[in-house]
């Protein structure tokens, strides 16, 4: 790990005029950055723009990273050799594993972080990473053209035009993740600016033109929020409760063995709660608050202050109050996401405690931005209708960094992949929570901003936060070619060792009673008169991988550095077995691709007209996406199924036919030029 | 079809192997945890068995069984010891219960090894006589068989078409014809589901679902949020009443046994309510000796019945009071005994011992009841009206016509035979109810199928509470098995109506 600064990829736009990229990627976010830097990573010429190279990786809300759900997606992406794992542990104060007691596949890895620091480690990353330059500047518009006729799609994308100096820099593909700053709108009480952030200029409607306009994209409308920043020195913090974070931080990326950030120099949290006040500060302010008397839809779990209050009047919510940095003045407190004038803001914190005398440094501000359907994106997050076009983050209609960040990830590898001419990959909901997360947007479509729960997996108990580097690393090397032959390597050592030693554990046969000589503490039952291995006992609550190792020193000493793998992997392993098969139903589902360009209302196979419609609408690119819409019937699975089988069979004996001719003619031309003469 | 991708990695499939081969035990050692009501654990693919034939009365009745563990099917219940029947030739065996050796019918078996059957896996036919009781026989053998489990609506189908079997000449007339076929199972669904049972699953699926809401949000939001401590432990209350709750259905619900066997219908009450002479009116013979002496019955007498159609086996119990005598306290211990196991009791009153206000009669009889049977249902039958003045006897009439709490209630006279006729009727269509209709519908297969469900979801309760301590996820794991088992039978629940839940109950805030 290191944060030494390199020469850095700027460009200047006057170099760029006639520079062909592969991929371009606009905006510098948790999407943009992740992007970007996959897409270079695949081996595409890439050009990130921003608007301010300076606010490259910036923490625009809270200053932490992961959780429960949150921690998987950063956990897989670092397996897939991204970016924001091993930021969080460069630029983690605190750190602490959520969910703790319940169990390792719902762990939920986290860190505050030290936005400075943070930045610091993506800036330097972005601008040493080959292949990647970086470009200030606002785009103006996309590029369009007609589409490649051998591909589906009503368009393509050609580049993008810059807005000052109206420079065109053309690309194969773009990835566009522009956060909220698609026709977004700033609310202060009550008064309203055009913006994605404060302090930011709002970008230009011309982008927004050109994919409802010019694309003929849906799209809806999405709010978000974030709290006041208040200046530390204010704040009695003697008055909330110390949160001490983890005393052996866990890094979340696989190839740290520590953090950054020394155990003892970890900063604390605090916690402290609303009162009656606040609600009354709400209720008095509604009428001077317009961002909370829209309609667009906010999060539910994400919520701001007054609608908590609003919801579930008459209680206490919780405050956390985070340290924004190692050196910053400011606290962030968490909960208190609000929209009411400043004056207003101030008002209600300090009916909070430890809030009575505290000062506000940047006021709370609600934003309502544009967001396109995703139901429009192949799960490659590609723009089904437009080749070449990738959209990531919250221009989807997803909420948090992680979330961003995967995306991110995802639609860069992809965006390379499509401009040299591989073909695009998708991750399988029953393998990843990057695959739940793009299966859920693209066949579902989203009415509330998306935040990633553990719920959502349908197969939690086999992606765990500690198995993300054997289901992804691999496939991300060999499949993706988004990972470095070093951590590569590093998956592939692990998955040998863990391989080895659950084979020397189940090598480990005894009957009960030797088990009990040798693991005397245990409470192993005698009435079962069978043989146990060592995986069996590795199952017990009371046994763990050093008991079994200190008892076998010579076939399991040499695995200690996995014991904690080793444990979750015996513990689940039944579970697992028991899921393998409804995986594999399903993957055998997703494997039968339903072809983009299908008029599903002229399909010559028993559909009912509310089916075909919906299949119009959504186009599933899957069998198994279908499966899992409203509507679908199994009747209309099943004739889906046979449609695609009927289909690809016919295609094949085609190209086998026009292979055969081509064969004869080749044939015919050679028999005839060797005539005799 | 493209080739399957292993999701875990390498290490699960090596892990497998080694079980195998280390052990050197049969692959069938792996499967026997489903006889004890667990899913199969290492199998590769379920095998699945239905009736394939139409449903109710028919002369031959077809259960197709497909998948690897076809041939285990045929070896233990067509007695093929040694080798295979030649593929695709029927002979005419004997079909036998596995568990017991029972012979249940003699049909043709045909055996078609893969892939070379409809589905492209191995696959066995049984040709059995098409009543519902042989057919209730064979399918519930065929779920004694380890590795097998009812099919799923379309699975056969399904799985013709992934392994290939369905090409271009079936097109074009499939898709009506699983139309059809979807549409027949759909109704049949929805006429079991519209009624009692219907209910009451829908009602333990919401009460699932509303667990599951709470742990995710307990596993979900407890730690940044305010989801009280309290949560789980509800939770944990709902799960152990709701496997209790079914593990009892599931003992309860035989309806396909009861057709076979016959109901068992009991007659109790207090001595000298006329019990032994209901019996002997509904047996129209003298079969127990009827006295004006309190307690002339002393042990149970049995008799088989054939009421309307369906198979009854009548018991006349000692009447129920504290006795001295030696020989009737026995009597009585027996009578409570019959009444505990009875699917159906009817609980006989002498009329002259009601409350001469007919407005305390409901009460009245309400607590008579509590002190002679427990759960089983019953039917109330007030004897000797005829000792009853003619209004007092209107006035019981209608006072006692559907009052909650209250089975229904027929007014007799053993003695003039009045009201019988309607009793008989009410008795009937409960015995009915308790059979089950085989006329209409194949209700054996889709109990098979709920049975198959339920016991998977009391299973999986049980998981919650093995891991409740531990490993919540786990714990979890078992109420999201439980809720997709009930969704099997009564429709599918998605993560986002589980949110939903989350969100109306909590308030989540970061």
């Known amino acids: ?677 | 079809m493209l080739p399957l991708r292993s999701v875990c990695g390498g290490i699960w499939r090596a892990a497998v192997h080694t079980v195998r081969t280390s052990r050197g035990a049969p692959p069938y050692r792996l499967l026997s945890s489903t006889c004890d009501g667990a899913p199969a654990a290492l199998a590769d693919a379920d095998t699945i068995f239905a009736l394939s034939s139409g449903h109710g009365r028919c002369g031959v009745a077809v259960v197709r069984v497909s998948g690897p563990a076809s041939a285990t099917a045929l070896r233990c219940m067509a007695g093929f010891t040694q080798r295979l029947p030649p593929p695709r030739t029927a002979l005419l065996r004997s079909i036998t219960d596995p568990r017991s050796t029972e012979v249940l019918d003699r049909g043709l078996v045909l055996w078609f090894p893969a892939p070379r059957s409809f589905s492209g896996e191995d696959s066995v036919e049984f040709h059995i006589h098409g009543g519902p009781a042989v057919i209730t026989a064979v399918l519930q053998a065929l779920g004694s068989v380890p590795g097998l489990r009812p099919a799923e609506a379309g699975e056969f189908t399904r799985r013709a078409f992934q392994a290939g079997k369905l090409g271009l000449t079936e097109v074009e007339g499939l898709g009506d014809l699983i139309h059809a076929e979807t549409e027949a199972q759909r109704r049949q669904a929805l006429r079991q589901m519209s009624g009692e049972l219907g209910r009451l699953y829908q009602d333990w699926s919401d009460r699932l679902k509303r667990c599951l809401a709470h742990v995710e949000a307990f596993i979900d939001f407890s730690e940044d949020e305010l989801i009280e401590d309290g949560v789980l432990n509800r939770v944990d209350v709902s799960v152990r009443d709701l496997q209790a709750e079914i593990e009892r259905h599931l003992k309860d619900e035989r309806r396909g046994e009861r057709l076979r066997g016959g109901v068992q219908v009991v007659i109790a009450g207090a001595t000298n309510a006329g019990k032994s002479s209901l019996l002997n009116k509904l047996c129209q013979r003298p079969a127990a000796i009827v006295s004006p002496i309190a307690g002339t019955t002393r042990d149970v007498v049995e008799t088989a019945l054939d009421l309307g159609g369906f198979p009854v086996l009548l018991s006349d119990t000692a009447g129920l009071r504290d006795s001295s005598d030696l020989v009737e306290r026995e009597g009585v211990r027996r009578a409570l005994e019959r009444v505990e196991q009875a699917d159906l009791t009817l609980v006989v009153v002498d009329s002259a011992h009601l409350p001469s206000e007919v407005d305390r009669a409901a009460a009245f009889l309400r607590e008579h009841l509590s002190s002679v049977i427990r759960i089983s249902r019953c039917l109330l039958v007030l004897n000797k009206a005829d000792l009853l003045p003619e209004k007092q006897r209107q006035k019981l009439d209608m006072e006692l016509r559907g009052v909650s709490g209250l089975p229904a209630v027929c007014l007799i006279s053993c003695q003039t035979n009045e009201g019988l006729k309607d009793f008989l009727t009410v008795l009937h269509s409960s015995v009915k109810t308790l059979c089950g209709d085989p006329l209409f519908g194949a209700p054996t297969l889709t109990q098979a199928r709920h049975r198959a469900h339920l016991q998977r979801c009391a299973a999986a309760l049980a998981q919650y509470q093995r891991y409740r301590d531990t490993d919540l996820a786990l714990a979890a794991e078992g109420v999201r098995v439980a809720v997709t088992s009930l969704g099997r039978i009564t429709g599918r629940v998605g993560a986002e109506e589980i949110l939903d839940i989350i969100f109306k109950d909590f308030c989540i805030g970061k």
């Open chain 1, 1 to 677: 790990m290191g944060c030494s600064s390199t020469k850095p990829h700027l460009a200047h736009v006057g170099h760029l005029a006639g520079h062909q990229y592969d991929v371009i990627v606009v905006g510098g976010g948790h999407a943009g950055t992740e992007a970007a830097a996959a897409a270079a990573r695949v081996g595409a010429e890439t050009l990130l723009i921003t608007q301010k190279i300076h606010t490259i990786g910036a923490l625009s809300c809270n200053p932490s990273l992961g959780g429960v759900g949150k921690g998987q997606l950063v956990k897989e992406v670092d397996a897939l050799d991204g970016l924001c794992g091993r930021a969080g542990d460069w630029a983690g104060i605190h750190f602490s594993i959520l969910n703790r007691r319940k169990g390792p596949a719902v762990w939920g890895p986290r860190a505050q972080l030290d936005r400075q620091r943070y930045r610091d480690f993506i800036q330097s990353e972005l601008l040493s990473t080959p292949r990647l330059t970086v470009l200030e500047g606002s785009v103006e518009e996309l590029l369009v053209t007609e589409p490649n006729p051998e591909e589906p799609g009503h368009h393509r994308v050609t580049g993008i035009r810059l807005a000052n100096g109206s420079h065109a820099i053309s690309a194969r593909s773009v990835v566009l993740t522009t956060g909220t700053f698609l026709s977004g709108s700033l609310f202060v009480g009550q008064t309203t600016s055009p913006g994605g952030r404060i302090g930011d200029a709002p970008s230009s409607p011309g982008l927004s033109h050109t994919l409802r306009e010019r694309l003929g994209l849906r799209t809806g409308r999405l709010r978000t929020g974030t709290p006041p920043r208040i200046v530390k020195d204010s704040v009695d913090l003697s008055l909330a409760k110390l949160h001490l974070p983890d005393s052996h931080p866990t890094p979340f990326s696989f190839l740290n063995t520590h953090t950054h950030c020394k155990p003892e120099e970890q900063l604390p949290c605090y916690l402290t709660f609303t009162t009656p006040g606040v609600e009354r500060v709400v209720r008095e302010s509604l009428q001077l608050n317009c961002h909370i008397q829209q309609d667009t839809k906010g999060p539910r779990y994400c919520p701001s202050i007054e609608s908590r209050v609003l919801r579930f009047p008459g209680r206490s919510h919780q405050v956390w109050l985070e340290p924004e940095g190692v050196t910053s003045d400011l606290l962030y407190p968490q909960g208190l996401s609000m929209t009411m004038p400043p004056d207003i803001q101030l008002r209600l914190i300090r009916e909070i405690p430890p809030m009575r005398r505290a000062e506000i440094h940047t006021p709370g501000y609600g934003v309502q931005y544009d967001f396109v359907c995703p139901t429009q994106l192949s799960p490659a997050l590609q723009v089904k209708s437009t080749q070449g076009l990738f959209l990531a983050g919250q221009i989807n209609g997803t909420t948090g960094y992680e979330e961003a960040a995967a995306q991110g990830l995802w639609a860069g590898a992809n965006a390379a992949r499509w401009a040299l001419s591989m073909p695009t990959v998708t991750l399988s909901r029953t393998e990843s929570y990057i695959g739940v997360l793009i299966d859920d947007l693209v066949s579902r479509g989203v009415t509330e901003p998306y935040r990633m729960f553990t719920s959502r997996a349908e197969f939690r108990t086999s992606l765990r936060p500690d198995n993300a580097d054997l289901r992804l690393t691999p496939k991300g090397f060999e499949e993706v070619g988004c990972v470095s032959s070093v951590r590569y390597q590093e998956s592939l050592r692990v998955r040998n060792s863990l391989q080895d030693a659950l084979t020397a554990l189940q090598a480990l046969f005894l009957s009960t009673s030797s088990w009990k000589k040798k693991l005397p503490s245990v409470p192993i039952s005698e009435t079962k008169s069978t043989l146990l291995t060592g995986l069996d006992l590795l199952q017990y609550n009371d046994v763990t991988f050093e008991m079994l190792a200190s008892a076998f020193p010579e076939s399991l000493s040499s695995y200690m550095e996995f014991a904690q793998r080793l444990k979750i992997e015996a513990v689940y392993k039944p579970h697992c077995d028991l899921n393998k098969k409804e995986i594999e139903r399903i993957q055998r589902e997703e494997n039968m691709s339903l072809p983009q360009d299908i008029d599903y209302f002229s399909l010559p196979v028993s559909l009912s007209d509310e089916v075909r419609e919906i299949l119009d609408r959504v186009r599933p690119s899957t069998l198994g996406a279908a499966t899992r819409l409203e509507g679908i019937t199994p009747a209309a699975v099943v004739n889906l199924l046979n449609y695609v089988r009927v289909t690809e069979k016919k295609k094949e004996t085609h190209r086998n036919q026009r292979h055969q001719e081509a064969q004869r003619d080749e044939e015919l031309c050679a028999n005839s030029a060797s005539l005799p003469q």
